[in-house]
């Protein structure tokens, strides 16, 4: 059974379209990297599978039960979301943007504490950054507070909005090289939007193209690459400038 199934979803903001009709399984325990230009409906996709939109038609099934609004909030706690800079409360310190989730379910302190070590190391963020505030953290620090917070209380599933999109290219490329890492050893679903081709084959197993609100093709790179359905997806592939174009 997949982790999450989108059937026959369209989502409609006026009289633009986000999402046209789509089908789209999402394996269980690998990395799936949603691709494709601007307004292509790939972060609407995201926010489906978390519940933070709803389909004008279709739906959308995690675990095999449909997303519903009355048991949404027991189903989010399965799912770990992380958008660019992590989306912290600037008002809260690392410690309590971290812990925010857990403390509300009644957490001990020591529990708090223990898991925030655990994933303090496995994220690398030093420990005595905890007690800063977002403002006082570079970028790379707040993605990394983000991703704790997503893990906290270990859901299945990790979902990635541009985790990356706003480092600079020697902080990303670092990164990169940490979350494969992390996703190798974390054994979970994951999901992730990016605009990074090279990321996108970098980190996931399976990549879904996608085109004005409908998914173009789905598949490895490889797959992609040498048996593309339409021009566009070889267009799509080599549209990004190299360093010897540039020179």
């Given amino acids: 059974m997949p982790t999450f199934s989108l059937q026959q979803v369209t989502r409609r903001y006026g009289p633009a379209i986000a999402l046209d009709r789509v089908d789209l399984d999402i394996a269980t325990g690998r990395t799936t990297a949603l691709i494709g230009p601007s307004g292509a409906g790939k972060s609407s996709v995201l926010r489906m599978l978390v519940g933070l939109e709803w389909p004008d038609s279709g739906q959308v099934l995690f675990e095999g039960v449909p997303l519903q609004r009355k048991t949404l909030l027991e189903q989010r706690r ?81 979902l990635l909005d541009e985790p990356l999109g706003a480092l600079d290219p020697i902080v990303r490329h670092e990164l990169q090289t940490q979350m494969r890492a992390l996703i190798a050893q974390l054994n979970k679903t994951v999901v992730l939007v990016t605009h990074d081709v090279a990321e996108a084959a970098y980190l996931a197993d399976t990549l879904v193209l996608m085109r004005a609100g409908r998914v173009l093709q789905q598949g490895t790179v490889r797959e992609l690459q040498d048996a593309p359905v339409e021009d566009f997806v070889t267009r799509f592939f080599t549209a990004q400038r190299t360093l010897d174009d540039a020179a």
């Fill in 78 to 158: 399965r799912i770990g979301y992380v958008i660019q800079e992590g989306g912290l409360f600037p008002h809260l310190s690392v410690r309590d943007n971290a812990a925010l989730l857990a403390r509300t379910l009644g957490w001990t302190r020591e529990r708090i504490d223990a898991r925030l070590g655990e994933l303090a190391q496995l994220c690398q963020l030093p420990m005595e950054l905890l007690a800063r505030f977002p403002a006082e953290l570079s970028g790379g620090q707040r993605q990394r507070v983000g991703l704790i917070r997503a893990l906290m209380l270990d859901p299945p599933v990790l």
